[in-house]
């Protein structure tokens, strides 16, 4: 049974303060294999200088979630079927396709997993900063080079007017990383999309990054969605997390209260699955902890099951899980989650 | 947000599909165009084999009288200066052209998946004479490379055969190879080797399968060079002799003389070359398009 | 870029090399030589005097001793006496050279004026009407023989004109020539335009699957700067490599096309030369054209390392 869409929307928002505001989107792919609802009405806010987490495995949805933020959906096969994306007080999805276009790279911008493939190998990364600038804010070739040098240094790039001539390769996928972030945040945009940001670098590296993206939140007030699906990077940097599984939200919480206390067997799952180190737990004598991973696998978005999508692969799952899909409703103060047995979940070893 | 016919757009994209007759007008209807082209190659090789029941003229027999008749009447597409029948020849032309082309192709595949497959799975001198002389060959155009080996073994058909089929192996040896050279470091090629196959039964059985599939498109597309090259070899003068009636010869004999009077004479037998060339160009690029997903939308 | 370039033509030298000693092979393959022809025409063979002529064109030698001469000769700048006019063979291919210049330069301008800006178009509207239209159009442009292309165009041309446009080998003045030329130009030029077109149009659509493509819409980049800026930049690099496997493909249209329209050009020539089994001529213009081939390559792929800062710039 589809869950009832009015118990999956967020909290009612706090009068102001809200940069963001999505309301029951919903995504869908038109494939050989049937109709894929690839985002199944979520629905969350995001406040000025929040950073917001959206984790879950591949195929749970939460890329073509921000991809239909920007509405940058490939059409065909997708297509945004319902629902609303409130950027202040514009709803995106009712835009016409030039004034997306005004909007995208201005006030919503987005980074993306591979800085290599995502920049364009023959032009330099002056001109590739620049362009935004250009475009967005009318700038000259020759003022927008000057902000693209100082968006380098601003990002933590060394000698920046010398990169600015250089192209992509020639540049580390650090580097490269950092260039892509400052060609985002050029235009000062109030929301910055991260898709994976630091999941094709070395961990040395994602912690580097992760510092830029901090450092510029605090400082442009940008608010970050960060889609991830490495629990490490959300416990460093998310204030909010949101948990997807199967095209809908599982789980919603502050970050430590999602840790401490996770009120979703998936995100339990998710959790132990970290690895950790003995020293890390606190303990003085290693105890022999295997990897606990979750078994089974995230089914096929076409051939959803009738009940809680994780039913299947979940250790508590009931006869009433199988048969109706759990209700999204406030298990305590500012966490929600979709389960038949939050309680039963236990709770983390004190940290 | 507008309503969408979730149905029809399902349906657009390929799912409902239930069994193998339905599998079959799902390709057609997906590729239209490949569908078309198979058809017309059909057509040819029909002409081709029935030509004898398909028309009653003899293509060699001349008949003053006939001479330039206009199309129409008991000459469905007129008649040449001799007063030979033009749809018996042309008739009679496909099964030159498509025998022609044909043996080149399969030839000319022997050959290149030979050497190709050698060349790309054994390496050693073998394969460092082999790629020179590929890059050699490659250099020559086809036309220029089949002038000269029909010039240097002499017109007669199966000469012609063998002249347009030493002309396609280069390139086809090339993309073998290449493909083998490729497939060799994969890991099922390595798993057989643990297991004990022996070289060639791996070459055989493992890596030639895995080559057909940019074979059958290779093989298409030199297909239709095949076509062409012959009618240039015929239109040239050196290419099948009389009395084999061909297309290519056909108009050199028209061109000069009867551009003015008999356009028939020009039309035709160009329209038949053009045709069997499409046809075979629609159903390579389907056949590609099917058998690399990555083309696909 | 200096190693490249030695390492290149060290490597063209080898090619050229090698074409030289297969064609030389290739010609020597069949029993009987020019003077069989002469002599058939006559309808009778003296041996005698056949032997005479053999030793005065010097086929009585050994074959590696009749190819050192020759290729000794080229190096020199000689290429031997054609059989059939007893002339300097440099004498009767030099002259024939202008025209098929001008004609192949007009044929590649065609077809790349022609061949991009249509591919490029037929990419960036796929699947559309447009699309499926113009791929039908260039898949009959290959399709067609271009010898008979020529004889459409100039059957069409005594039909509405009434007068056949024949090349004059004194024109009389520069512009029309080039206008006399055009036409067997656009028959030659249509099916490489085809070629150029199919090319394009599968580099462009290669490009615009790239991920950096999706990076500049995300910029709020307009499609047309998408397309143009970033999509087309990119698919050029590949299209000037095309150009380069124009050249054999043009040599092909340049025989027949030159047959066609009565052009007193290099590539009729060698119709004529194997026909009548002149070997120093057919020699020595395979050989022209493996040239042409092997060096328009090599430029091309100077080319596209001077164009493609990925390689221009190792870092």
């Known amino acids: 049974m589809a ?25 869908c792919f038109f494939t050989r294999a049937g109709l894929v609802k690839a985002v199944d009405g979520v629905s969350f806010c995001l406040s000025r200088g ?23 959906v490939a059409d065909p096969p997708g297509r945004i079927v319902g629902g609303s994306v409130r950027l202040g007080e514009t709803d995106l999805l009712r835009l016409d396709e030039e004034a997306m276009r005004a909007v995208r790279g201005n006030r919503i911008a987005m980074i993306f997993q591979e800085p290599m493939t995502s920049l364009n190998p023959v032009m330099t990364i002056g001109r590739q900063i620049s362009e935004s600038l250009i475009l967005h804010q009318r700038l000259s070739r020759a003022a927008a080079l000057e902000r693209a040098i100082a968006m380098l240094s ?23 990383q950092r260039a892509m972030i400052a060609m985002a945040l050029a235009c000062n945009p109030e929301v910055l999309i991260a898709d994976e940001p630091t ?103 076409s051939n959803l099951p009738v009940g809680c999508a994780f039913a299947p692969r979940c250790a508590l799952a009931s006869d009433t899980c199988r048969a109706q899909y759990p209700p999204y409703e406030e298990k305590q103060p500012g966490q929600w989650a979709a389960c038949w047995h939050s309680d039963q979940i236990e709770r983390s070893a004190h940290d | 947000m507008a309503a969408l016919d979730h149905a029809a757009e399902l349906n657009k994209a390929g799912a409902n599909i239930t069994g193998a007759g339905s599998a079959a007008l799902h390709l057609i209807r997906r590729y239209p165009l490949g569908a078309v082209g198979a ?31 206009r199309p129409g009447g008991a000459h469905l597409l007129g008649a040449d200066f001799m007063g030979r029948d033009m749809f018996a020849r042309i008739v009679y032309g496909a099964r030159i052209s498509l025998m022609v082309s044909i043996g080149a192709t399969v030839l000319g595949c022997l050959g290149g998946v030979l050497i190709g497959l050698l060349s790309g799975f054994y390496g050693g001198w073998f394969d460092l004479i082999a790629q020179r002389l590929i890059d050699i060959l490659q250099a020559l155009p086809l036309l220029v490379m089949a002038l000269v080996m029909a010039a240097a073994l002499g017109p007669s058909l199966p000469n012609t055969i ?35 196959m022996s070289e060639i039964r791996i070459a055989i059985t493992q890596v030639l399968p895995n080559t057909l599939a940019p074979l059958i498109v290779l093989a298409t597309a030199q297909l239709g060079s095949a076509i062409l090259v012959e009618s240039s070899l015929a239109f040239l003068g050196l290419g099948v002799p009389e009395p084999h009636p061909s297309w290519g010869r056909m108009l050199s004999e028209s061109a000069a003389d009867y551009v003015r009077t008999a356009p028939w004479l020009v039309i035709f037998p160009g329209l038949a070359i053009s045709a069997v060339v499409f046809g075979t160009n629609l159903l390579g690029d389907a056949i590609r398009d099917i058998l690399d997903p990555r083309q696909g939308s | 870029m200096g190693a490249y370039f030695v390492r290149r033509s060290l490597l063209m030298l080898l090619t050229l090399f090698g074409i030289s000693v297969v064609i030389f092979v290739m010609l ?13 025409s006559a309808g009778f063979v003296n041996e005698k005097q056949k032997q005479g002529i053999e030793r005065e064109l010097g086929l009585d030698k050994p074959i590696v001793t009749q190819y050192v001469n020759w290729i000794g000769g080229l190096a020199k700048g000689d290429l031997g006496y054609a059989y059939v006019s007893e002339k300097p063979a440099i004498d009767e291919i030099l002259p024939r050279i202008p025209v098929t210049v001008k004609l192949a330069t007009l044929s590649l301008v065609f077809s790349v004026l022609l061949g991009v800006p249509l591919g490029v178009i037929s990419a960036v509207r796929q699947n559309t009407a447009l699309d499926y239209a113009l791929r039908v159009v260039s898949l009959s442009g290959l399709s067609l023989p271009s010898f008979w292309l020529g004889l459409l165009i100039l059957m069409g041309f005594v039909h509405w004109t009434g007068w056949i446009p024949i090349y004059k080998s004194t024109p009389d003045d520069f512009w029309q020539e080039i206008a006399l030329l055009s036409i067997p130009a656009a028959a030659v030029g249509f099916r ?54 124009e050249a054999a493909f043009l040599i092909g249209g340049l025989i027949v096309t030159e047959t066609v329209f009565n052009i007193p050009g290099v590539a009729r020539f060698l119709v004529e030369a194997i026909r009548w089994r002149d070997y120093p001529i057919v020699q020595n213009l395979v050989m022209l054209i493996a040239v042409v081939v092997v060096v328009v390559n090599f430029v091309v792929d100077l080319t596209y390392v001077a164009l493609d800062p990925r390689i221009k710039y190792e870092s």
């Open chain 3, 192 to 245: 490489s335009s085809a070629l150029i077109m199919r090319l394009t149009r599968s580099s462009m659509l290669e490009v615009l699957r790239q991920d950096y493509i999706r990076t500049a819409r995300a910029k709020g980049v307009s499609e047309t700067g998408v397309n143009y800026e970033h999509g087309l930049r990119n698919a050029m690099l590949p299209v000037v490599t095309i150009v380069g496997v």
């Open chain 1, 199 to 301: 999941s094709a670098l070395d961990v040395t590296i994602q912690a580097q990054i992760l510092e830029v993206i901090a450092k510029l939140r605090r400082e442009l007030g940008t608010a970050v969605i960060l889609i991830t699906h490495d629990l490490g990077v959300v416990a460093e940097t998310a204030d909010r997390v949101i948990v997807m599984y199967a095209g809908r939200k599982v789980e919603e919480a502050a970050t430590l209260d999602l840790f401490v206390r996770p009120m979703h067997p998936y995100t339990r799952g998710l959790i132990n699955s970290i690895p950790r180190l003995a020293l890390m737990r606190g303990e003085r004598q290693a105890a022999a902890v295997s990897l606990q991973e979750i078994p089974g696998m995230v089914p096929a978005l």
């Open chain 1, 3 to 27: 869950p009832d869409s009015a118990a999956t929307r967020a909290p009612a928002p706090s009068a102001n303060g809200h940069v963001l505001e999505v309301e029951n989107l919903q995504t």
């Open chain 1, 154 to 176: 601003l990002v933590g790039i060394p000698e920046p007017a010398q990169r600015v001539k250089e192209y992509p390769h020639q540049l580390s996928g650090g580097m490269r």
């Open chain 3, 28 to 40: 020597r393959l069949v029993p009987g030589n020019v003077t069989d022809i002469i002599f058939d």
């Open chain 2, 39 to 69: 058809l017309i190659i059909l057509i040819f090789v029909g002409l081709a084999l029935f030509a004898g029941v398909i028309t009653s003229f003899d293509p060699l027999t001349t008949n003053s009288r006939a001479a330039l008749a």
């Open chain 2, 162 to 196: 063998i002249a347009i089929s030493i002309a396609l192996i280069p390139n086809i040896a090339r993309v073998i190879r290449s493909n083998t050279l490729s497939l060799r470091e994969l890991p099922f090629v390595e798993a057989a080797r643990a297991v004990g």
């Open chain 1, 50 to 72: 929040e950073t917001l987490a959206i984790v879950g495995e591949s195929g749970c949805g939460k890329s073509v979630t921000s991809l239909s933020l920007m509405r940058l």
